[in-house]
């Protein structure tokens, strides 16, 4: 069975930063684009960033570019997203994602 099972989230000021882990099993991890999707109250999901399987590439949404960073640890099946100078708007349910596979989310709040 595959499972996706984000952790980190939280209530984070304005203009901190934060760290999402995503940890996967029953899947072969090192063969698989993975990304970071969110969805906002009242919105539809976003796609935010991916990662080649080998972590050689990596790509941004706009909204994020410059502020966020996704990496990976095949030997640890593990997916990051390092969050800086966060704003309101990333308030949001963040997923790790594979094309076929979803997590349950992890919530990320931006409150003062």
């Known amino acids: 069975e595959v499972q996706l099972a984000e952790s980190g989230g939280g209530t984070v000021q304005p203009g901190g930063s934060q760290r999402l882990t995503c940890s996967a099993s029953?899947?072969?991890?090192?063969?698989?684009?993975m990304s970071w999707v969110r969805q906002a109250p009242g919105k539809g999901p976003e796609w935010i960033a991916a990662i080649k399987p080998d972590g050689s590439m990596t790509y941004y949404a706009d909204s994020v570019k410059g502020r966020f960073t996704i990496s990976r640890d095949n030997g640890k099946n593990t997916l990051y997203l390092q969050m800086n100078n966060v704003k309101a708007e990333d308030t949001a349910l963040y997923y790790c994602?594979?094309?076929?596979?979803w997590g349950q989310g992890t919530q990320v709040t931006v409150s003062s």
């Open positions: 994602a594979t094309v076929v596979y």
């Open positions: 029953g899947l072969a991890f090192s063969t698989y684009n």
